[in-house]
């Protein structure tokens, strides 16, 4: 995919982490930018995301969350980010007190230089309820009519009588500077900012499957009780999988797998190279190999007997297919990952006898 293949140029956020900040604003925008990129996917599968993000912290570095490692979708994005499409997400900061806001400003000056850096190479900045504090005394509200909470507006406007505070918009927009007076309405800044920087397509979207739909919750049960919404279908690389997976040690036929598939064999081998990235005879021989990994680590049976059920003709096409792909030969994997020890240590009766013998060994002599 090109450059110009995408429906936006790219668009690069840095969601900003703190100590003190509201985790549920850094959640709920990771949250929209998560359902983004799944749209995007839907709508080009092969297509480059032009939407990427990471969290960072107060001097610009990439901060790793454990709980994001484990069940993340951040694609990554080989176009090179540029400042003026480079988004940081400032959240707003928890306090016992107003004053206690500017004491925690205070400890971050090298956040004020980052998004004072950021801002004169032409960044775009977001920033939500009290976190505005960092741009304000980063001198980046000069000319600006910024909407602040009901709650904040007297301390800022007392500390900071140069700039305007009388902005009474939930949401808005002022160059390169975006806000947002509340913090519950954090997903909604995020739709927000998609329609103002990607596409309005693409924030609508996102609204529908994010937010509560009244008309739509009604039309959808009228659709579906006159039996309008169809059941989705299994498609053909679906089918053809789960035909594989059930018929492993069959042999191979392309055009017996594409009659199950109800496609053509060429509309098979192309749909199912875009949604696998391997062609199906490459496919079942990763199920047949796989079998035969679990067959060597928890059964005894020889390497023929193997070959037999992964649908092998014999041992040495299944040897030299297991050597090639694991780098090891059939017997050294069973070596080394084997769940079961010879027969001679659990068969039972090996074991009475073993137990008998030495009983009569240990017994005193009649004689």
């Given at each position: 995919m090109t450059d110009t293949d995408t429906p936006f140029p790219p668009l690069r956020v840095h969601l900003l982490w703190l100590p003190e900040a509201f985790l549920g604003t850094l959640f709920s925008s990771m949250d929209v930018l998560r359902?983004?990129?799944?749209?995007?996917?839907?709508?080009?599968?092969?297509?480059?995301?032009?939407?990427?993000?990471?969290?960072?912290?107060?001097?610009?570095?990439?901060?790793?969350?454990?709980?994001?490692?484990?069940n993340s979708f951040t694609p990554q994005n080989s176009v090179k980010p540029v400042p003026e499409r480079t988004l940081i997400v400032v959240p707003g900061i928890f306090t016992l007190n107003l004053p206690e806001l500017w004491n925690t400003s205070d400890r971050y000056p090298e956040l004020m230089d980052l998004l004072r850096n950021h801002m004169q190479q032409g960044g775009l900045l977001a920033v939500t309820?009290?976190?505005?504090?960092?741009?304000?005394?980063?001198?980046?509200?000069?000319?600006?009519?910024t909407s602040l909470h009901w709650s904040q507006k007297s301390i800022f406007s007392n500390r900071l009588p140069e700039f305007d505070f009388s902005g009474d918009q939930p949401m808005s927009r002022s160059g390169n500077l975006f806000n947002c007076v509340a913090p519950a309405d954090q997903t909604g800044f995020?739709?927000?900012?998609?329609?103002?920087?990607?596409?309005?397509?693409?924030?609508?979207?996102?609204?529908?499957?994010?937010?509560?739909?009244?008309?739509?919750?009604?039309?959808?049960?009228?659709?579906?009780?006159?039996?309008?919404?169809?059941?989705?279908?299994?498609?053909?690389?679906?089918?053809?999988?789960?035909?594989m997976q059930a018929n492993t040690e069959k042999p191979y036929r392309l055009a017996e797998l594409a009659?199950?598939?109800?496609?053509?064999?060429?509309?098979?081998?192309?749909?199912?190279?875009?949604?696998?990235?391997?062609?199906?005879?490459e496919y079942l021989q990763e199920l047949r190999l796989e079998r035969a990994k679990i067959m060597l680590e928890?059964?005894?049976?020889?390497?023929?007997?193997?070959?037999?059920?992964?649908?092998?003709?014999?041992?040495?096409?299944?040897?030299?297919?297991?050597?090639?792909?694991?780098?090891?030969?059939?017997?050294?994997?069973?070596?080394?990952f084997s769940l079961r020890t010879s027969r001679k240590h659990w068969r039972v009766e090996t074991i009475y006898k073993d137990v008998s013998l030495k009983q009569t060994e240990a017994a005193p002599s009649t004689d």
């Amino acid at each position: 995919m090109t450059d110009t293949d995408t429906p936006f140029p790219p668009l690069r956020v840095h969601l900003l982490w703190l100590p003190e900040a509201f985790l549920g604003t850094l959640f709920s925008s990771m949250d929209v930018l998560r359902v983004a990129a799944s749209v995007l996917h839907l709508q080009k599968p092969n297509g480059i995301c032009p939407i990427t993000w990471k969290v960072i912290g107060t001097d610009g570095g990439e901060i790793e969350f454990d709980q994001l490692k484990q069940n993340s979708f951040t694609p990554q994005n080989s176009v090179k980010p540029v400042p003026e499409r480079t988004l940081i997400v400032v959240p707003g900061i928890f306090t016992l007190n107003l004053p206690e806001l500017w004491n925690t400003s205070d400890r971050y000056p090298e956040l004020m230089d980052l998004l004072r850096n950021h801002m004169q190479q032409g960044g775009l900045l977001a920033v939500t309820y009290n976190g505005v504090v960092f741009p304000a005394r980063s001198g980046l509200l000069n000319g600006i009519k910024t909407s602040l909470h009901w709650s904040q507006k007297s301390i800022f406007s007392n500390r900071l009588p140069e700039f305007d505070f009388s902005g009474d918009q939930p949401m808005s927009r002022s160059g390169n500077l975006f806000n947002c007076v509340a913090p519950a309405d954090q997903t909604g800044f995020m739709l927000y900012l998609l329609g103002e920087l990607c596409s309005t397509d693409l924030s609508t979207t996102c609204s529908q499957l994010l937010n509560y739909q009244h008309d739509r919750q009604l039309l959808t049960n009228d659709i579906t009780q006159q039996k309008l919404l169809p059941r989705t279908a299994n498609s053909p690389v679906f089918r053809a999988k789960q035909w594989m997976q059930a018929n492993t040690e069959k042999p191979y036929r392309l055009a017996e797998l594409a009659q199950v598939a109800s496609v053509s064999e060429r509309t098979l081998l192309r749909h199912f190279k875009e949604v696998v990235g391997m062609s199906p005879l490459e496919y079942l021989q990763e199920l047949r190999l796989e079998r035969a990994k679990i067959m060597l680590e928890v059964t005894l049976d020889n390497l023929h007997t193997i070959a037999l059920a992964c649908g092998y003709m014999n041992a040495p096409t299944l040897h030299r297919l297991f050597q090639k792909k694991m780098q090891i030969t059939p017997n050294e994997y069973r070596k080394r990952f084997s769940l079961r020890t010879s027969r001679k240590h659990w068969r039972v009766e090996t074991i009475y006898k073993d137990v008998s013998l030495k009983q009569t060994e240990a017994a005193p002599s009649t004689d």
